[in-house]
């Protein structure tokens, strides 16, 4: 059978879908029937539960914003239905300043290798780096699971 959602977290009340889901279908999440009241993008979040407005939706175990308007049990949650609750600054722009640098190109060295085609390295590794606190669990099984390969 395909899996068609992921609930990241027990206590997470959205799911993910991971394909694209269709109002009516059902599913058994945490003992309770789901049935979708409209199609789901994959990628996109549902509802496990009745949201009224104000009320925190719960991702990664953890609070990512508020329902900005009622929302009804097997409901697509996106943009429109969810805003932050972080306060303060949330519109950032990047505009970094390019600076030229006169660097000789001569006697230049590193502490590395040489790969058989030719190209060069200094290591092999694989980073993994969360940008947000809720998802270290996730980043450290994922981690623990290349470690076993």
């Known amino acids: 059978m395909e899996t068609k959602y992921l609930q990241i977290n027990p206590v997470d009340n959205v799911a993910v879908a991971i394909v694209n889901l269709?109002?009516?279908?059902?599913?058994?999440?945490n003992d309770a029937d789901i049935t979708l009241n409209e199609d789901i993008p994959a990628g996109h979040k549902f509802a496990l539960k009745d949201f009224a407005e104000g009320e925190n939706i719960i991702k990664y175990g953890y609070s990512i914003g508020h329902a900005v308007i009622a929302k009804e049990k097997g409901g697509l949650i996106n943009e429109n239905t969810i805003k932050t609750n972080l306060a303060g600054l949330l519109d950032y722009t990047y505009n970094p300043i390019n600076v030229s640098l006169d660097i000789p190109k001569k006697d230049l060295t590193f502490k590395g290798y040489r790969r058989k085609n030719g190209d060069?390295?200094?290591?092999?590794?694989?980073?993994?780096?969360?940008?947000?606190?809720c998802v270290n669990g996730i980043v450290n099984q994922l981690a623990e699971g290349l470690r076993s390969e």
Request: proline share 5%; hydrophobic share 55%; no cysteine.
């Open 22 to 29: 269709f109002a009516g279908e059902t599913f058994l999440i």
């Open 120 to 133: 060069v390295g200094i290591r092999n590794e694989i980073w993994i780096i969360p940008t947000v606190g």
